[in-house]
């Protein structure tokens, strides 16, 4: 169990961060082929696309959930231990981690002849994690059964319900079609093939940890009715290569599949007001590979440990040398049959409007701006919802766009979400003959000092696009 428990303490140290998964500046920018990836069902004005290959999408982002970084680099003497103790301590449970990191390595799509459908395909590798914060656990780790200052406190009971978390790399392959149904509307769907690199998880544990005295005056833990499961995938060492290179190997349809489905739409109020809808990763991985499930379940009773008291200064040796005989006192079975893991479905909603002269039609234009939008300026929102092991995450973008030439495009974005309410995004799609490059980046504000800053999202990718 030493592995699971090193896991344990390494979520309980990342849930200090927060990353988006949203790309709000994708959706509804129908000049970039991407945006296919947030709406199966959006507009294709071009005849067809080929995405540069490893650079048609990189997504990063990274953020922190509070004052984590600003606090950490504080000039205020402190060790860099003590400042993180503190922070943990004033986190809450309702805190997460979600972590999205995104690399497309092939992008292509055509129009085809009957000049209603547009297809693509394309493979990109994503890597997610999601995690609950263990606020109880967390208390547990660092004062063990006392109050914080040295005082014996064996009434807390340590809920383990928050100890969730799923992180997990995959390779995506995709096919997609969106056909124009009438000028008004437009629908669109898309298959995905999931290949698994590894997974890891433990979702819906129940159950709490105390302290008593027994009968003979000694410390005896207990664990209360936890019904708790760990499932890993890829961490078994079956080969000689290393963890990162059997994992990159797997999501090449390595043995872990499964299947996905995206669908959206996009309607026409009239001319310049437009509704977009589209829900995302609906599916599965049955995990076959290099399995191994953990199950606890029942009441525990784990004795000869003492009073549990880690030194403020090495709580991570303590447990260390301690964690052999807790795995010893817990019965567990051990598992190696297939499991399924399913996706985060996200669902998005946006309303546009359309506002400003109209752009002349000129010959040598090689812009697809003046020939799809027809108006210079663009407001709008945009709901924005991941489906989370634990509950939703919602976000919510207002953002206005404008053609400021032939060739350019930009978009400016405001989003509030469950953790920062000052995000402002900035990003352009410039296309020059067929080369486009688009790029944008989160929470500008953060800039100015970037150890106040609590999210910076980067993304950015380059298309050769043909128009008619």
């Not at 990836?37 to 696309?49: D, I, Q």
């Not at 003590?82 to 995104?102: G, H, W």
């Not at 701006?369 to 663009?378: C, F, I, L, T, W």
Request: some cysteine.
């Amino acid at each position: 169990m030493r592995f699971p428990f090193l896991i344990f303490l390494f979520i309980i140290f990342l849930s200090t961060f927060t990353f988006a998964q949203n790309k709000q500046f994708l959706y509804g920018f129908q000049e970039i082929p991407q945006s296919l990836l947030e709406n199966p069902g959006g507009e294709v004005n071009f005849v067809k696309h080929i995405g540069i290959p490893f650079l048609s999408g990189v997504h990063i982002t990274a953020g922190t959930s509070n004052d984590l970084i600003s606090n950490l680099f504080e000039n205020d003497r402190a060790d860099i231990e003590d400042k993180l103790q503190r922070i943990l301590f004033r986190l809450n449970r309702k805190d997460f981690i979600s972590i999205n990191e995104q690399l497309e390595i092939v992008n292509i799509g055509l129009k085809l002849k009957n000049d209603k459908d547009y297809l693509s395909v394309g493979f990109y590798q994503e890597f997610d994690l999601i995690s609950s914060y263990p606020k109880d656990l967390a208390i547990l780790f660092y004062q063990g059964n006392t109050d914080g200052n040295g005082n014996i406190d064996l009434n807390k009971s340590h809920d383990i319900k928050d100890a969730r978390f799923k992180s997990e790399m995959i390779g995506v392959f995709h096919a997609g079609i969106s056909r124009k149904i009438t000028n008004k509307l437009s629908f669109g769907a898309r298959v995905k093939i999931y290949s698994g690199g590894f997974n890891i998880q433990s979702l819906n544990n129940k159950g709490s940890i105390s302290t008593r005295l027994d009968q003979n005056n000694n410390y005896q833990h207990l664990l209360n009715n936890v019904d708790v499961t760990f499932r890993s995938s890829g961490f078994t060492k079956t080969s000689n290569n290393s963890f990162i290179a059997d994992a990159f190997k797997n999501i090449f349809f390595g043995g872990n599949l499964g299947l996905g489905f995206d669908t959206g739409f996009t309607y026409h109020l009239k001319e310049n007001i437009t509704l977009l809808g589209s829900v995302l990763d609906m599916g599965f991985i049955t995990y076959s590979k290099d399995v191994i499930t953990y199950k606890i379940n029942g009441n525990i009773e784990i004795n000869d440990i003492g009073l549990l008291d880690p030194p403020l200064d090495e709580p991570l040796d303590y447990w260390d040398v301690r964690s052999e005989a807790i795995n010893f006192q817990i019965p567990k079975d051990t598992i190696h049959s297939t499991y399924v893991a399913f996706r985060s479905p996200k669902v998005n909603a946006a309303f546009q409007y359309k506002f400003g002269k109209h752009y002349r039609q000129t010959a040598c234009s090689t812009s697809s701006y003046s020939k799809q939008r027809g108006y210079q300026n663009e407001i709008g929102i945009q709901l924005y919802t991941i489906f989370r092991p634990k509950q939703p995450q919602l976000a919510t973008t207002l953002y206005y766009s404008r053609s400021v030439t032939n060739f350019l495009k930009t978009k400016i974005t405001y989003t509030a979400d469950s953790h920062s309410f000052s995000n402002i995004g900035i990003g352009f799609s410039a296309q020059i003959g067929k080369f486009n490059m688009y790029a944008s980046t989160d929470n500008i504000l953060g800039y100015a000092n970037i150890y106040n800053s609590k999210k910076i999202g980067l993304l950015f990718g380059m298309n050769l696009i043909f128009d008619k």
